[in-house]
Nanobody, 122 residues
Framework: QVQLVESGGGLVQAGDSLRLSCAASGRTFSTWSWFRQAPGKEREFVAAIKRFGSIYYADSVKGRFTISRDSAIDTVYLQMSNLTPEDTAVYYC??????????????????WGQGTQVTVSS
């Protein structure tokens, strides 16, 4: 059974930092990604890390967010710094297996976590 379990969301103030975690199990994944969905907006790509290290970021988070992975425990992290109210959203972990080409499109992902709320107050 494939599972992606996020944790680490919460309520913080602008300028604060927060770290999200995504524990993966049940399948060998080639890519882990973070997406987010703000109220009234479409889900958008945030960051991705491939099994062998390539990393990608959305322009809106470059320099502020860092994606990493602990292969020993198959957990992916999203370290978020200098948060702003515009970062408020539900953050989702998603993954691709080796049958799927790399993509930053939401529709390409069939493995998703349940989401974790991040709220940044001004």
């Amino acid at each position: 059974q494939v599972q992606l379990v996020e944790s680490g969301g919460g309520l913080v103030q602008a300028g604060d930092s927060l770290r999200l975690s995504c524990a993966a199990s049940g399948r060998t994944f080639s890519t882990w990604s973070w997406f987010r969905q703000a109220p009234g907006k479409e889900r958008e790509f945030v960051a991705a890390i491939k099994r062998f290290g390539s990393i990608y970021y959305a322009d809106s988070v470059k320099g502020r967010f860092t994606i990493s992975r602990d292969s020993a425990i198959d957990t992916v992290y999203l370290q978020m710094s200098n948060l702003t109210p515009e970062d408020t959203a539900v953050y989702y972990c998603a993954a691709l297996d080796y049958s799927q080409p790399y993509s930053q499109r939401e529709s390409a992902y069939k493995y998703w976590g349940q989401g974790t709320q991040v709220t940044v107050s001004s």
